[in-house]
């Protein structure tokens, strides 16, 4: 009902609240969610004018910031429009349709398949020059039999919010562009021409337009052979790095020789190349990063990452070199282009090259600068306060439990490979760079100040395990760090008492630990149900007197009851949970202090890592956090994957939802998913704060899973409504050994009486089709739009002109009007 536009033939004219004056409505207003202020406003068609018309959002600076608060309050992307109410109704309605909430009216909630017309396929085939008639020749020749689209990397994203704008990596030339739309020279499926022809013949006036009009059926297959042949992709609207860039690249500015006096290198950053070497140039995939001010969480302006490595392939001497480790034989460039704001252009250009290549990069949008972490000798030279914790070539044994497993296959199961196919060698230190301005070409600081392509390194990060993964939110004042142990190390880098460019102000916040946070949480459980055996138990012996029980069931129970209650520690809380947070949490200044592990029976220790189908000792493979969001505002997601466990995702979020509450420190684990898929495929992510976005194969197909993530009050109603019962003992739902209950789709809530995930929708469809093992998966999102490659788009609805199947399959949330 809040979704609902305000009624203006609202039952009363007139309440006896009109006379409140506008602070005071705005005052009991803010604390109401959307559905309770659209009711409000519906009491009477004064309020309703006063509290919900644009123009008076505008002539009222309460009544305006009131909405934007609630709009805020939903961690919506961008900016909203002039009429924010509106803007809200469109974004829940956008949520809702890839939700199904607005659809399932049944008490049991079931999985709603997306209407076709959301779904589009958007060949991709070579650019083609127009104005050149060889290349239109051979263009028109090959597009009868289209080249396959290999998308080696991350190669398209998504603008945030709702904007169609997305950028590409061509996967033909290499060509980093902006294009307006992402539907520009898409295909439909037939069902939504079907369903828009009949509308139209429904809607014809009179009998002489039906006779105008050829009949249905053949106005129908005209419509569907129009979108057989819809137009070719229109050039982008923006070119970011050319083919002819490619070709125009100048060597010299990142390799020399070793009898060349570097001019313009110094000996700490010179990447040494002979005369008969040749360079290879790979891209490593491409990003973007929206920009937030962290005193307000507005976004500024976005900025788009790209890298590439450039790499010698030597000769038999330099070779013989190599393998002894005396020179480096390649380098990384990070590329970046900013807009000023959000839908502006992309017109200031960024570089940081890197000698070496690191295993892991990520870029502070914010601060312009590059984080990066290197293989033990690889990289720059570090202080002397630092040392290294990992030696070249060592198999890093941290992620096996000795106790557990000493069988050397599962350890390779676990090596993780770089670009070119080698096992990445990780260490614990994270370096941070300054992303170096391009002015015509030429490096220049904010001051205009000449500065080097090769950057020296500002400030390290030494981490307790080795890095497995690490991202820096879009504010840039806080860093997620993934280790080795299935560890979380939050960083601060900024302090209240260091300047930003000392490089003094890295501060080690809190460590967090899947396997001891998955331990408390079923230590929690199983004292949880002792206190609720413990509780019947009383309200029996209290209403049937001892002498009329003639049983000796209940006093066994009653004995067993409390030597279970004493393994437990002997702390009876009569059922009230332990506060959570304090036990899975290790601060900076006491990292030893290690929580109590399970003490209970032998099985009862064999199971502790049986709530995660991954083991919980596995290395952080990925985390991701709402881009447009600070770290605070809505946690993060972890990602732990190996090829024959699965797949299992760690949600960490603070106890409370205040938004305000903005201490680091607050992290804890709220829920756990086994993902449903194949194992030997690593799952795509996408998490924006509310929807939790999984890409993946099952033994079908392709399929994409939806999870609703409780981050914002806004939508605990939705919660509450949901058909799940939280209380397990009411359902039956307890589980013997004392573990927290698992829900569909393989969710696990931590705490049995506040969910914070939900599963509510899978996505399936022809047009994904099925993909090798050997075939990428890459998916972008915002609010609007879904985009996932694809090798089965002529299955959605005609072939565009051309024989093409591989491309993007493009889900368009929002209804026509």
């Known amino acids: 009902a809040g979704d ?33 202020t659209g009711h409000f406003t519906r009491t009477s068609k004064n309020l309703n004018l006063r509290i919900s018309s ?43 349709n890839l939700t199904g909430e607005s659809c399932s009216k049944k008490s049991i909630k079931q999985c709603l398949s997306l209407p076709n017309r959301y779904v589009h396929f958007v060949p991709i085939l070579p650019q083609r020059d127009v104005d050149d008639e060889e290349d239109r020749e051979m263009m028109e020749a090959m597009e009868a039999e289209p080249p396959p689209v290999d998308f080696g990397c991350e190669s398209f994203a998504l603008l945030p919010g709702t904007s169609p704008r997305f950028v590409m990596m061509d996967p033909f030339d290499g060509t980093i562009s902006v294009y307006d739309h992402v539907l520009d020279g898409a295909v ?17 006036s009179s009998l002489n337009d039906r006779m105008e009009a050829e009949t249905v059926g053949d106005a129908i297959d005209r419509e569907v052979e129009a979108n057989r042949n819809v137009p070719r992709r229109p050039p982008p ?37 002979t005369e008969n070497d040749e360079v290879t140039v790979d891209w490593l995939g491409l990003d973007l990063h929206p920009i937030v001010k962290p005193s307000d969480g507005s976004l500024t302006g976005n900025l788009i990452g790209a890298a590439r490595v450039l790499t010698c392939e030597s000769s038999a001497e330099s070779a013989l070199n190599v393998e002894n480790g005396s020179i480096t034989r390649s380098c990384m460039e990070v590329l970046g282009w900013r807009s000023s704001h959000v839908e502006g252009k992309f017109d200031q250009a960024f570089v940081c090259r890197l000698k070496g290549f690191p295993n892991y990069v990520d870029i502070d949008a914010n601060h312009d600068k590059v984080y990066a972490t290197f293989s033990p000798g690889d990289g720059p030279t570090l202080p002397e306060r630092f040392t290294r914790t990992r030696v070249a070539g060592q198999i890093n044994r941290d992620t096996i439990n000795d106790d557990d497993n000493d069988n050397d296959d599962d350890i390779l199961e676990d090596i993780e490979l770089d670009w070119n196919g080698h096992p990445v060698r990780p260490s614990n230190i994270i370096v941070r760079y300054p992303f170096v301005y391009k002015v015509d070409n030429i490096a220049m600081d904010k001051d205009q100040v000449r500065r080097r392509y090769f950057p020296q390194p500002e400030s390290f990060i030494e981490t307790d395990r080795s890095v497995s993964s690490f991202v820096v939110d879009p504010t840039g004042d806080t860093l997620a760090i993934g280790t080795d142990g299935g560890c979380v190390e939050i960083w601060t ?129 990925e985390i991701y956090h709402p881009r447009h969001l600070a770290l605070h505002r809505a946690g993060f997601v972890t990602l732990q994957h ?48 509310r929807r939790l976005i999984v890409v993946g194969q099952d033994h079908i197909g392709v ?59 899978r996505i399936r469809n022809v047009g994904l089709g099925n993909l090798e093992v050997y075939d990428p998966i890459y998916c972008t999102c915002n609010e609007r739009y879904i985009v996932i490659n694809t090798k089965c788009g002529n299955l959605i609805g005609g072939d565009g002109g051309t024989n093409a199947c591989e491309g993007l399959f493009v889900l368009d949330l929002e209804e026509k009007e």
């Open 703 to 761: 399929i994409v899973l939806i999870y609703h993530v409780l981050s914002t009050w806004e939508d605990k109603e939705l919660f509450e409504n949901d058909s799940y019962d939280a209380s397990h003992e009411d359902k039956g739902g307890e589980s013997k050994s004392g573990m927290p209950r698992e829900e569909s789709g393989g969710v696990i809530n931590i705490s049995p009486t506040t969910r914070r995930v939900r599963y509510v929708n």
């Open 237 to 273: 609207a923006e070119v970011l790095h050319s083919i002819e860039q490619y070709f125009a690249t100048d060597l010299s500015e990142y390799f020399v020789l070793p009898s060349m006096d570097s001019g313009r290198h110094s000996n700490d950053d010179a990447v040494i190349m």
């Open 54 to 96: 644009p123009t008076r959002q505008q002539a009222s600076t309460a009544f305006h910031k009131l909405w934007r608060d609630v709009y805020n309050r939903h961690m919506f992307a961008a900016s909203p429009s002039s009429d924010v109410i509106s803007e809200i109704r469109r974004r829940r309605q956008l949520f809702d």
């Open 642 to 689: 190996h090829r024959t466990e699965g797949a299992t995702l760690a949600l960490w979020q603070k106890p409370s939802l205040d938004q305000s509450v903005a201490d680091p420190k607050l992290f804890e684990l709220s829920a756990v998913i086994n993902l449903p898929l194949s194992p030997q495929r690593k799952p795509q992510i996408h998490f924006d704060g």
């Open 493 to 621: 880098t900024r302090s209240e008492h260091a300047s930003h460019r000392t490089g003094q102000e890295m501060i080690r916040k809190q460590i967090l630990n899947v396997e001891k946070s998955v331990t408390a949480a079923k230590e929690r459980e199983r004292e949880r149900l002792v206190n609720l055996k413990l509780k019947r138990l009383r309200s029996v012996s209290d209403a049937v007197p001892p002498e009329e029980d003639g049983h000796c069931v209940s006093h066994g129970e009653k004995d067993d009851a409390m030597l279970v209650d004493e393994s437990c520690g002997g702390n009876n809380n009569d059922g009230d949970d332990v506060e959570m947070g304090e036990e899975a949490a290790v601060d900076a200044d006491g990292p030893d202090a290690d929580m109590p592990l399970n003490q209970g029976s032998d099985d009862e220790i064999g199971q502790k890592s049986s709530l995660t189908q991954c083991k919980s000792t596995r290395k952080i493979n």
């Open 188 to 204: 439909r499926s037939d069902d939504a021409l079907l369903e828009d022809d009949t509308d139209a013949s429904a809607n014809l």
């Open 4 to 36: 609902q536009k305000p009624s203006h033939d609202a039952t009363k004219s007139t309440s006896s609240l009109d006379g409140l004056s506008d602070d005071l409505l705005v005052h009991a207003l803010q604390f109401s969610d959307y559905s309770s």
